[in-house]
């Protein structure tokens, strides 16, 4: 067994592409950090595997992450998602990703990007992060959240430093390595 996921995903063909290319890279652009959230959500009691595999499917069900038209979805968008096979069909999360895409949108628009909001909260802790994540979005514990945040490169931890990956990670100045303790 695999001591760490860069260990694991060089093995899987899966794994390797995502970790290689996106897992702790800094993300800027809304669509894109929504659509890390959604996958995290839904990673919640399952694998990332079974994620990874689903992922385009996700993509088209939820209007390639286009934030206006998620915030858009009604009831007849949820049952049409419910009935979805490709994706991971809970009502909770499918409910989440609507409201958390009109609450995306909100933030947006008050700091003038997701990334904004997540630039004025940062540096934080995880506590902070995770009851900051909780009294905004719906479905987001604390491995939801140290994840996402891992994953877009708010948090340090996606590779361990003796990871090829790790160093091009942090040549691109991912927030986390702005905090004078991971320098």
Known sequence: MAASYCEAAAL?????????LE????IRENSLLFER?????????????????KRENFRRAF??????????????DQLRLMADA???RNRLKIAAVIANARQFLALAAEYGSFAGWLDAHHPSDLSHWCKLFKT???????EIVNEFLMGVGYLPGAHIPTCPVYRQVLALKPPWAT????R
């Not at 905090?179 to 991971?182: E, F, K």
């Open 12 to 20: 899987n063909p899966i794994h390797r592409p995502f970790h290689d």
């Open 23 to 26: 897992h702790g890279y800094p």
């Open 37 to 53: 959230l959604v996958l995290e959500i839904n990673q919640a009691g399952l694998s990332w595997l079974t994620v990874l595999r």
């Open 63 to 76: 209007a390639g992450y286009d934030l206006h038209s998620i915030a858009r979805f009604e009831d007849k």
């Open 86 to 88: 490709g994706i991971i």
């Open 136 to 142: 905004t979005f719906r479905f987001t514990g604390g």
């Open 179 to 182: 905090l004078a303790c991971h």
